[in-house]
DNA sequence: CTCCTCACG
DNA sequence: ACGTACGTGAGGAGA
């Protein structure tokens, strides 16, 4: 039986997107509706109406399990926040309002509403802030002598995690087919990237071990399995590619660990001594170079100097010259053009490029970095998901085809996630990281990671 | 509705 | 001199 939102909608979002296109409103472009690639043709959308109506099987029970185990902790941080307050400052606050938390620690003893009288770490443009950043630093600050700023730390990891996943996705479920059908948005993101909705798929926890617990409710039938695919590095890939750096592009084809491989070189010290703290400061890095670098940004992330921060960035841009180059010629044709293009021709409007007020020109040149590689990495996967969908169809009832029965799921920015029969899963597996990895021709290697598993945790 | 906060790549 | 790393979506408070 028909789902409700993948029947007609699929329809009208093709008339939509063939409106949209033909008058090239930004975000959507020409290669979003015709995604070209050697003698195949297809919409997208197609694809992403696919992905609405195919749907990824929840389990209810699961999510129930965990909601009601992360309850009880809830309510026993709130007790003990209350507790704390009560006794500090002789009154309880909403726990979900950062206003009122915001009062209870940085309000002088002495005043109408008493707080402890902290002094604040940074502001927003209404207040202070009490974000986990400003939390952290005051828990792990010997002179605050309160608990709250840890267990508020706390207390909001959990609320989050029941509020936005454990007790809204139950909703969310199909009744029809115990699947969850959210929504693949083509026309939202300024970059080209997707966006899902209703709910959101591309944002399920993964990088806290309770937050990733979630992933457990997300499974595949009895006889099936999920295959999950990731690019390794995709958007330093390209940035590799797209500057044509002698030193990056050398790394990826030697297949060294390319955050190691930065560090050893921005020291120029051999690969073989590169400290893990030395490892994790190159992420930083590379993050950083990603985003449109400033030293600022570099420095509150690694917890040193502004100055030292740009020594960093300095010697980086030295060892890698042609990165350096690379981003100087984004910028530049973003003033020249007054927009950036992605590789497959995707166009960005940078109108601030040129603004007089030295932040948004500042940020204007890092969207302009930005724009190019994250866009390049969504013209990229899009067009392995355009292949592969094509083959899924081909194959769909071909018993000996590697690809037959196998649903695609979801796209996460750089992953794609299937649905196989459990007996053939090993070779559609090397199917689908085949195409992603040939999905485009590239000057140094495109490699995709997978794994085989019964739910969404199994995977990496 | 805006603001803040926080989940993901 | 100025505020800062890019892109999203969702939930709750407060107005």
């Not at 993964?206 to 979630?214: A, D, L, Y």
Request: aromatic content about 4%; proline content about 5%.
């Amino acid at each position: 039986m028909p789902l409700d939102k993948a029947g007609p909608y699929a329809a009208e979002d093709a008339d939509v997107t063939l409106r949209l296109a033909q008058r090239l409103v930004p975000p959507l472009q020409e290669m979003d509706l015709l995604v070209l690639y050697r003698d195949l043709e297809m919409p997208l959308v197609e694809v992403l109406a696919e992905l609405e109506y195919n749907g990824i099987l929840v389990d209810p029970g699961e999510l129930d399990r965990q909601r009601e185990r992360l309850e009880g902790e809830i309510e026993r941080l709130k007790a003990r926040i209350d507790d704390e307050l009560y006794g500090a400052i002789g009154r309880t606050i909403d726990h979900d309002s950062p206003k009122q938390l915001s009062g209870a620690l940085f309000a002088k003893p002495d005043a109408a509403e008493p707080g402890l009288g902290i002094t604040p770490i940074k502001r927003t443009k209404t207040g202070y802030s009490t974000d986990a950043e400003v939390l952290t630093k005051l828990a792990d600050d010997a002179s605050v002598e309160s608990p709250v700023p840890a267990l508020v730390l706390e207390y909001r990891q959990l609320a989050k995690l029941v509020g936005t996943y454990l007790g809204s996705l139950k909703d969310e479920i199909n009744p029809a087919t115990g699947r969850i059908h959210a929504s693949f948005n083509q026309t939202v993101a300024a970059t080209g990237r997707l966006s899902s909705s209703d709910p959101n798929l591309q944002n399920i926890p993964i990088r806290t071990e309770v937050g990733r617990e979630i992933r457990k409710a997300f499974i595949a039938p009895p006889g099936r399995v999920l295959v999950s695919a990731d690019y390794s590095q995709l958007e330093l890939r390209l940035l590799a590619h797209l500057s044509r750096d002698p030193a990056l592009i050398e790394a990826f084809r030697a297949g060294e660990d390319i955050h190691s491989a930065v560090a050893a070189q921005i020291r120029g010290i051999p690969l073989s001594e590169v400290t893990k703290e030395q490892r994790s400061g190159a992420k930083m890095v590379n993050f950083g170079i990603v985003y449109g670098i400033t030293a600022f940004g570099l420095a509150r992330r690694l917890g040193v100097s502004n100055s030292e921060a740009d020594e960093i960035i300095t010697g980086y841009k030295k060892r890698f010259s042609g990165i350096t180059t690379f981003l100087e010629e984004c910028v530049a044709h973003a003033r020249e053009h007054g927009y950036v293009e992605t590789m497959c021709k995707r166009r960005r409007p940078i109108p601030d490029i040129e603004s007089n007020q030295p932040n948004r020109r500042a940020l204007a040149e890092r969207t302009a970095i930005n724009s190019v590689v994250q866009g390049s990495a969504a013209d990229l996967i899009k067009i392995a998901m355009v292949d592969l969908h094509r083959r899924l169809a081909t194959a769909r009832d071909d018993a000996y085809d590697p690809l037959g029965g196998v649903l695609m799921l979801l796209q996460i920015h750089d992953e794609l996630v299937f649905e196989a029969p459990q007996a053939g899963a090993e070779k559609a597996r090397d199917v689908i990281v085949e195409r992603m990895e040939a999905a485009m021709d590239l000057d140094v290697p495109l490699v995709a990671d997978s794994s085989i598993s019964q739910d969404w945790f199994g995977g990496k």
